[in-house]
């Protein structure tokens, strides 16, 4: 079982920067695959970024690929996701995810724990 609390998400301007953290319990979580999704609103959820649990590979979808990074720090148990260059279409409610078992994936039901979500807002 992992627990995921998010935290980070506030108000910025469109062009400024953020960095999301997503902190997991368990002793595990180093055997994880964790990705960040996020769902604005009338919108369905969205893949953002994954990160293998070793941190070696990374994946990321079009839409943040050059701006947004994914990292992970096994030994704080947190995965985090810098946001730099954010556009107002990145509002979104952000969610830390976990998958228990297999490689990185874009997909939203491969993954089996869910943080809360945190908010992010971009004004133009």
């Known amino acids: 079982q992992v627990q995921l609390v998010e935290s980070g998400g506030r108000l910025v301007q469109a062009g400024g920067s953020l960095r999301l953290s997503c902190a997991a319990s368990?002793?595990?979580?180093?055997?994880?695959?964790m990705g960040w999704f996020r769902q604005a609103p009338g919108k369905e959820r969205e893949f953002v970024s994954a990160?293998?649990?070793?941190?070696?590979?990374?994946y990321y979808a079009d839409s943040v690929k050059g701006r947004f990074t994914i990292s992970r720090d096994n030994a704080k148990n947190t995965v985090y996701l810098q946001m730099n260059n954010l556009k107002p279409e990145d509002t979104a409610v952000y969610y830390c995810?976990?998958?228990?078992?297999?490689?990185?994936?874009?997909?939203?039901?491969?993954?089996?724990?869910w943080g809360q979500g945190t908010q992010v807002t971009v004004s133009s």
């Open positions: 995810a976990a998958r228990g078992s297999g490689r990185a994936t874009t997909y939203s039901y491969d993954y089996n724990y």
């Open positions: 368990g002793r595990t979580f180093s055997s994880y695959v």
């Open positions: 990160i293998s649990w070793s941190g070696g590979s990374t």
